[in-house]
Structure formats: C-alpha cells, structure tokens
C-alpha cells in the first residue's frame, strides 16, 4: 500500500465506517460543534473548505497521497467507493489523480447541473493562466491526489482559495440559497475544479 493519509469532511454523520482504517493515518475534521474528539472546524464551506485546510496545515507534511471523502460517502456515489473500504486501504494505482465517483461535465458557468455558478470568473480568470473548453469534476467531490500533484502549486495558491469562501462581492457565494443557483456557492464551485487545482497542464502564478 502507498503512504496515504484520509481526508473525511463530517458534520453529523456516523463515522463507524472508518473502523478498520489505521487511526494514525485519519484526519476526521467535524463542523457539527460537538466535543466528540474530532478535529473541530466552523461550520462554513462544506467539504471544500475543509479539504483546503488540511492542505495548508500539512502543506510541509504531507503523505505520498491523501484520500478526501465526505462523512458519508457512499450515498448517490457509483464506482471503486462502496461498503467494501478495502480499495482505499489497499490502493497502489501510480497516478496523480484518482476519482472515486463517477465523473461529469459541465460548462464555466455551472450548467446543465447548477447555473450560475460562475467557476471561470470566480476561479479560472482569477487563479489561472488557462481554462478548458468544458468541466469534467468528480460527483461529490471524493478522490485521491497525489503529494506531488498538490505540491506543484505554492502554498499561497490553496491560502488565496481559501480567502474565496469569505468573499462579500458575489451574491450567494456562501450563504444560503436554493433552486438554479445553489447557496454556499464555492463548494460547488471547487467541486468542480479539484482535477485541475492539481493538473500540471492548467498553469498558474503559483507554480513551482
């Protein structure tokens, strides 16, 4: 098995799944506000926000891959990730990027699936010197990255991510909402931005 270390995002979820997983290799940060042993975040930026944070705070430490999966991740979810928790455990597949959900496309602006997300604006135009024609994310935004792959942007890049979550300009970008335009915006935003945060064929200032 490679060096890997996971990643769980949870809010109320039952974390007995993670049973058998190697207790020193699990980061379980919790924004249910419970005093429950986890590592405790505010309750903000769903998953996305916590995945930057654990990237900025082991950014000098990080193992050879980490695993990012929700506190629940088998709803909805089709592929590798089951009940059967073995491939995770035993995963030994050398690449960069691995998704473990289905993938799907979108346009810059989040459609057909979220309109009006506006990912070129507030991501690409920003952060990145060139975008693709369309989105391909992972559904649920749970995958494998590799050390390297995160390792090629400075840590400045996933700080400045970061800062976008509390950003007062954008209507909705993290506030509550609903029907076309999902609130809390920069979750689904980064849901469909995470293969290329870390593809080396998508450059940005922050390049190592």
Not at 22 to 40: A, E, H, M, P, V
Not at 145 to 167: C, G, H, M, T
Not at 187 to 203: G, S
Request: glycine share 6%.
């Amino acid at each position: 098995m490679n060096n890997m270390d996971v990643v769980v995002a949870k809010y109320k979820e039952d974390m007995s799944w993670l049973s058998s997983f190697d207790k020193s290799r699990l980061f379980i940060y919790d924004k249910s506000g419970d005093d429950n042993g986890f590592i405790n975040l505010p309750n903000i930026g769903r998953e996305a926000h916590t995945y930057l944070t654990h990237i900025i705070e082991n950014y000098d430490n990080l193992s050879n891959y980490i695993c990012f999966l929700q506190g629940n991740p088998f709803d909805g979810v089709k592929g590798h990730l089951n009940r059967d928790v073995d491939f995770i455990q035993n995963f030994n597949e050398d690449v960069e990027f691995y998704p473990l959900s289905y993938l799907v496309q979108c346009d810059l602006d989040g459609n057909p699936q979220h309109p009006k997300l506006e990912v070129k604006q507030i991501i690409f135009d920003q952060f990145f010197n060139n975008y693709p024609e369309y989105l391909v994310f992972v559904v649920g935004a749970q995958f494998i990255v590799s050390k390297s792959a995160i390792l090629r942007r400075k840590k400045e890049f996933y700080l400045d991510l970061l800062k976008q979550f509390d950003r007062t300009d954008i209507d909705n970008i993290h506030t509550g909402g609903g029907g076309g335009t999902p609130g809390n915006k920069m979750p689904w935003i980064m849901e469909r931005c995470w293969i290329y945060l870390f593809n080396k064929n998508f450059k940005t200032k922050y390049d190592i």
